[in-house]
């Protein structure tokens, strides 16, 4: 047997012709995501992985679209919201989750890491078939400027504050001094959408399951 190429081999002996299947290593990838943990430098009372917390931040993401279009009127992508935050920290594969007192140490260090996850993001997109690569850079390498983008980061922020509440509700202190910077960071961005989310939803977070109220019209 010999082969002819990169994506055809040719049997002599029975002389068939079958296509060999390229080997891309995009979704593998990704699905390395659980194993990179949140919070290292933190004592947490329940470890949170890249996976679970970019799956968070898409369904935030999501309601702040909705809650943009349905409620206020303005134009919103809901869908390239979820798609953006589902990916916004695949970079993270090659690089790890930086701790935060240490990814916005000084601007240098800013800067450099927005390079390295600039390359990682560009490593991700050689991981995909050709023909996909220029769909997944909208939401591998989105325009920074794109509202959806903005809203992202809003969820992203959200979620941090979800994250401390749920430790303090566990008891675990550790996580007070982060609460309160991650509501004053909400608070700063002054969207609507985040001020809406937080008024009519963030109060269930420190209920109890029991607590939690299913009958509301």
């Known amino acids: 047997m010999i082969k002819e190429g990169k994506s055809r081999k040719i049997d002599l002996t029975e002389g068939n012709i079958f296509i060999m299947k390229a080997n891309y290593s995009f979704y593998a990838l990704i699905s390395r995501m659980k194993n990179i943990t949140r919070w290292s430098l933190m004592r947490n009372s329940t470890s949170e992985n890249v996976q679970e917390h970019s799956h968070m931040v898409s369904v935030i ?53 927005k390079k390295v996850e600039s390359v990682a993001s560009h490593k991700l997109l050689t991981a995909l078939p050709s023909e996909l690569r220029p769909s997944y850079k909208k939401v591998l390498s989105p325009d920074s400027n794109d509202d959806m983008v903005t809203l992202v980061k809003a969820a992203d922020k959200i979620c941090a504050y979800i994250k401390c509440m749920e430790e303090l509700k566990a008891g675990n202190t550790e996580f007070r001094l982060a609460a309160e910077q991650s509501r004053e960071k909400l608070v700063k961005i002054g969207f609507p959408e985040v001020g809406y989310f937080i008024d009519h939803f963030m109060p269930a977070f420190e209920l109890t399951l029991d607590e939690l109220d299913f009958s509301i019209d």
Do not use: C, N, Q, W
């Open 61 to 113: 993401a999501h309601a702040l679209a909705v809650i943009r279009r349905d409620i206020y009127g303005r134009p919103a992508d809901p869908g390239l919201a979820a798609s953006i935050a589902l990916f916004h920290d695949s970079s993270e594969i090659f690089t790890g989750d930086m701790p935060t007192p240490v990814k916005y140490f000084d601007s240098e260090i800013m800067e450099a890491y």
